[in-house]
């Protein structure tokens, strides 16, 4: 009986397909992710391209800041700066102002401060629309006073606004020939019917210079960068502005720093103090047995001295600043 072999079916191989769903899921995270990392990385140079612009900003203004304290340093300085005459020589106390007084602007952009401050139409019509108000004086910060050993800043590299009052010539100011706005004192100024009296303190004193709103400023001194003064800075009024957003965004905005009228006090007052004891004879420490430490060289002329420690006159003491009655709220 013949034998039948059993063969073995066999079936063709079926190769395993991947689902082209999860082919798209793949790509799909694929996509989500290169975007986040995108959007992450996207922030990041943000915020470092915004980290690197507020450094530029922070090293501008200390540039800045540096210049308003060599002009603060002048005003303080300035009867040891006036004490002799272009050829060197000592003066007379007749003939050295008194302390507070800032240096005029550089009008003709040779970067010598004016010999007297005047108030003349803006020498480009691309800066200004016309006059400055009549308690205001315009110009660069000057490089250097020509005869004193002194260095402000780059030439016409700042511009410079001041108010009249506080600068050291001008010739709105007639006394004696000296041209200055005297005594310019804490007296004098809060007196002054120019002042723009405080809402909240009828005693306070505003010189006429705004800064984003805020009043009392002495003195502004703007970068304009390359492009000239921003618009609302150069129309010709007495109010400024300057935005830190702005600055982000544009390098060329204008950037804006102060001298406050209570800056300008504190350091003149911290001098004038200190020269109450030397000047007056007034001992250091307050024990009798000391007084020999002092110095009466005014007290022992008189009061009658010119002197800018003295009381202001027209015509016997234009030099005076008043100080001498306003010294004896010193501690």
């Not at 100024?189 to 405080?198: C, F, I």
């Not at 800018?308 to 234009?318: F, Q």
Request: hydrophobic share 40%; glycine share 6%; with cysteine.
């Amino acid at each position: 009986m013949r034998k039948i072999e059993a063969k073995t079916l066999q079936y063709p191989q079926v190769k395993p397909q991947i689902k082209p769903q999860k082919g798209f899921v793949l790509i799909l995270v694929i996509v989500v992710v290169v975007i986040i990392a995108t959007l992450w990385l996207s922030t990041k140079h943000e915020r470092l391209i915004s980290m690197f612009k507020s450094q530029q900003i922070d090293y501008d203004l200390q540039d800045l800041r540096l210049v308003k304290k060599r002009l603060l340093q002048f005003a303080v300085l300035q009867p040891d700066i006036y004490i002799t005459n272009t050829s060197g020589y000592a003066v007379g106390a007749d003939k050295v102002p008194a302390p507070g007084y800032l240096p005029c602007p550089d009008v003709d952009a040779d970067g010598i401060a004016d010999g007297s401050c005047t108030n003349p139409l803006i020498w480009s019509s691309s800066e200004t629309s016309g006059f400055l108000p009549d308690s205001l004086t315009f110009g660069y910060v000057p490089e250097l006073i020509s005869s004193r050993h002194f260095y402000f800043a780059e030439k016409t590299r700042y511009f410079y606004f001041l108010d009249e009052r506080f600068s050291y010539a001008n010739p709105g100011y007639v006394n004696d020939n000296l041209k200055r706005y005297a005594p310019l004192n804490p007296v004098r100024l809060e007196g002054d019917p120019a002042a723009q009296t405080s809402n909240l303190d009828p005693r306070s004193f505003d010189p006429v210079l705004t800064l984003n709103g805020v009043t009392g400023y002495v003195a502004l001194i703007i970068d304009a960068g390359d492009d000239g003064l921003d618009a609302a800075n150069k129309d010709g009024d007495r109010h400024f502005i300057t935005n830190l957003d702005d600055l982000r965004d544009d390098p060329n905005a204008d950037k804006i720093i102060g001298i406050r009228y209570l800056e300008w006090l504190a350091m003149i007052v911290h001098r004038v103090c200190a020269e109450r004891k030397r000047l007056q004879g007034v001992n250091y420490d307050n024990d009798e047995t000391d007084a020999v430490d002092a110095i009466a060289d005014l007290d022992d002329i008189g009061t009658s001295l010119r002197h800018w420690y003295n009381n202001y006159d027209s015509a016997t003491n234009p030099v005076g600043g008043s100080w001498r009655a306003w010294g004896r709220v010193c501690p």
